[in-house]
Antibody, heavy 121, light 110 residues
Framework: EVQLVESGGGLVQPGGSLRLSCAAS????????MSWVRQAPGKGLEWVSG????????YYADSMKGRFTISRDNSKNTLYLQMNSLRAEDTAVYYCAKGRRATVVVELGYWGQGNLVTVSS | QSALTQPASVSGSPGQSITISCTGTSSDVGGYNYVSWYQQHPDKAPKLLIY???NRPSGVSNRFSGSKSGNTASLTISGLQAEDEADYYCSSYTSSSTLVFGGGTKLTAL
């Protein structure tokens, strides 16, 4: 059974940093593209970033470029999202999601339960 | 990358069929057969319903079907059931190698 468990969220002050983790199990982690998706309170889904199976290719939504960095450790079956210079508008539930392919993010077949990040003073 | 356009809400009676549209551009929906649809119940993670325009993952009811014409994709739910009441989102692969979601559609089962 595919399982994705996010951690690392919480309350952070504006301008601060946070690193989210996503522990994967139940599938060959190193064979699939992975993504982060966020959802602000009461709002819709927003794709944040994706990374190829090897980690050699990374993709970002325009609004996240330069502040967020996606990475993965295939030896630990773990996906990461480093978030810097956080703003109030980054407050959201952040989901880790698994794609069906190795290199490109075209759909998200499995999702974690989500992890809340709150940016506030 | 602008969000894909979906109606904010749709409604239908049990047993009826409803269709949700998802409009993009030639750089996303119209350019690739990589449209997906997701169902999200309140306080739950989204669930993949349709991928590659019209394919259903294993375990998804055949009451859900997808199609595409030009820059607009559609999700049809037939035989509407009370449990189908949820938010629905489309997504598409883009020419920038990114993913873009629609704004979401709230389905109300009357």
């Amino acid at each position: 059974e595919v399982q994705l468990v996010e951690s690392g969220g919480g309350l952070v002050q504006p301008g601060g940093s946070l690193r989210l983790s996503c522990a994967a199990s139940g599938f060959t982690f190193s064979s699939y593209v992975m993504s982060w998706v966020r959802q602000a309170p009461g709002k819709g889904l927003e794709w944040v970033s994706g990374i190829s199976s090897s980690g050699g290719n990374t993709y970002y939504a325009d609004s996240m470029k330069g502040r967020f960095t996606i990475s993965r450790d295939n030896s630990k079956n773990t996906l990461y999202l480093q978030m810097n210079s956080l703003r109030a508008e980054d407050t959201a539930v952040y989901y880790c999601a698994k794609g069906r392919r190795a290199t490109v993010v075209v759909e998200l077949g499995y999702w974690g339960q989500g992890n809340l990040v709150t940016v506030s003073s | 990358q602008s969000a894909l356009t979906q109606p904010a809400s749709v409604s239908g009676s049990p047993g009826q069929s409803i269709t949700i549209s998802c409009t993009g551009t030639s750089s996303d929906v119209g350019g690739y057969n990589y449209v997906s649809w997701y169902q999200q119940h309140p306080d739950k993670a989204p669930k993949l319903l349709i991928y590659d325009v019209s394919n259903r993952p294993s375990g998804v009811s055949n009451r859900f079907s997808g199609s595409k014409s030009g820059n607009t994709a559609s999700l049809t739910i037939s035989g509407l059931q009370a449990e189908d009441e949820a938010d629905y989102y489309c997504s598409s692969y883009t020419s920038s190698s990114t993913l873009v979601f629609g704004g979401g559609t709230k389905l109300t089962a009357l």
